[in-house]
């Protein structure tokens, strides 16, 4: 059962009523659509999607300070504006643990708009597999432009722009493999494989732990 408002603060206690049992780590997943990872708690505004918790991330997040052992979220940050998106970060190192670690997918500005420089025709690919809503006229253009704005698209992020907002809001961050990490709780979860997608993988960690 999903939980609003005043029953937030269930999710503060290392028990945790939904399971019936005491979480030995307490794992987000941020912007968690409809993707249910096992023993994580799911965030999201759209009710539909059943998370755990509904809550808008752009404001201040439902979750004690320093309680996540890990964070996630996967195409996500590009569903937010400039502004939202250091919020959220901000919001995300005030949760994690000092000794935590934040498993960050988004979609990489850079590499959609080489392969728009390039007259890469494997971007038009891309967008029928991968997205699949219908283009005018099936040009590069039209799906730069379109994946810019379509799929909830506010703002997509480049490495270098990522990195600023990480650092300011008190993290490090260090570019991975799809579904590699040092991390067990971290390994695997990537959806977007860089065959069918234009993700860009990071884990982050705070900067004065
Ligand atoms: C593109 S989907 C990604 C879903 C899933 N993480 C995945 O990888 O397929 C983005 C999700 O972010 C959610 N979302 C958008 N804005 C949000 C906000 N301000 N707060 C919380 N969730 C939000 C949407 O409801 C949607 O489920």
New binding site residues.
Partial sequence: MACTGAEYPAFLLPYDPRLGYTLTMIKIS????G?VLPDWIH????PA?RPDVI????RPLPFATATADFLHS???VD??DLDASQRFLHECRRVLKPGGQMRLLTVDLRRLVDMYVEGDERLLELWETGVGLPLQTRTLGEVLNEGMRR??HRFVHDEQTLRVLLNRAGFHARRVDFNHSEHPELRDLD?RSPAAALSMYFECWPTSS
């Fill in positions: 941020f912007g968690s659509g993707v965030v999201d505004l759209d999607c809550a808008d991330a752009t996967e195409d996500f569903q937010l799929c909830g959806l």
